[in-house]
């Protein structure tokens, strides 16, 4: 019998998935995170390596069965160091079965458009595009958040912040946000925000990035200062999508990954006005790792 699974590595946990050759879901499961940026390469190893083994044991997989793997990974990039670094993980992990490596965009495009040419958007802590046509990718935004990942959850918080420091210096017109913010943060003093940002969520990226939540619920109250946030964050994820259709001679297909997208209507109306007829948004038709698993089979399944 032969078997594909499929691994997506993120940075919160790494997603398992097994069809048979009959395409028939065997198992899924989630183990703990295995990026190289966030845990030891041992301890990377032994996670994947504990997956395999639970796909084998749960369905008595023996040496005569064919298991095929494709392992979507976190930081699989550019970064020379860091891609050799996820190979030679990958190589001591998956010992006697074929396997393929894809950062986790690709396989993310591949479920959320089930294995079809078009165009990702990835808007979580950060943000970034991914085109796949004709077997080719590119790639627009990922810069990081000193440098670009406009449109996304760290982006959205930040002008949350200004917006907030604005509104206190009488710049812009005071709405709710004001009020808002420093009763979620529990501050009293207009300035203590400044302590609040460096002492409690001590500057860090994920933690500012959290803050995003509150531009949802401020838009739900018809904030007019929310609203014009998800607007701006629409312009800039536009212009990935745009900078990446010329790449598509006829239409696009479209699609979406990320927290950000939890804001539902307030970032995709917006981001609809802005495409023209040739460009087609749809909702992501599977998840992450089951992209894995079609890339897995699709790589494997004429040898």
């Not at 010992?95 to 950062?103: C, D, S, T, V």
């Not at 990922?142 to 509104?167: H, N, P, T, V």
């Not at 709710?176 to 420093?182: D, I, N």
């Not at 259709?245 to 307030?266: M, Q, T």
Request: aromatic fraction near 10%; charged fraction near 25%; include cysteine.
């Amino acid at each position: 019998m032969r078997y594909y699974v499929g691994i997506d590595g993120g940075g919160t946990k790494t997603a398992f998935i097994c069809y048979s050759e009959k395409n028939e879901k065997v198992c899924e499961f989630t183990l703990s995170s295995c990026h190289v940026l966030q845990v030891e390469e041992n301890e990377a190893i032994q996670i994947l390596v504990s997956g395999i083994e639970k796909i084998c044991m749960q369905n008595n997989i023996d040496i005569d069965d064919e298991v095929y793997i494709c392992a979507g990974l976190a930081g699989y990039g550019k970064n020379k160091e860091i891609r050799e670094k996820i190979e030679r993980i990958c190589a001591k992990s998956f010992q006697g079965h074929a396997y393929i490596i894809k950062n986790d965009a690709e396989i993310a495009l591949e479920g959320a458009l089930n294995g079809k040419d078009g165009i990702l958007l990835i808007a979580g802590t950060g943000s970034i595009a991914l085109a796949k046509h004709n077997d080719e990718y590119d790639r627009c935004g990922g810069w990081g958040f000193q440098i670009g990942d406009e449109g996304s959850a760290y982006w959205i918080a930040k002008r949350l912040l200004q917006e907030y420091s604005m509104q206190c210096d009488g710049r812009k017109p005071q709405t709710a946000l004001m009020s808002y913010l420093k009763e979620k943060c529990e501050i009293d003093d207009d300035y203590d925000m400044i302590a609040f940002i460096s002492n409690v969520l001590e500057n860090k990226r994920d933690k500012i990035a959290n803050l995003a939540i509150y531009a949802y619920e401020l838009a739900k109250e018809n904030d007019a200062a929310a609203i014009v946030i998800y607007e701006e964050a629409a312009e800039h994820l536009y212009q990935m999508i745009h900078a990446l259709e010329s790449d598509f001679p006829e239409n696009v297909l479209v699609s979406y990954a990320g927290g950000v997208w939890k804001a539902g209507h307030y970032i995709l109306d917006p981001l609809n006005k802005l495409c023209d007829e040739k460009i087609k948004i749809i909702a992501p038709l599977h998840n992450p790792v089951y992209g894995a698993y079609l890339l897995a089979r699709d790589a494997f399944k004429e040898k």
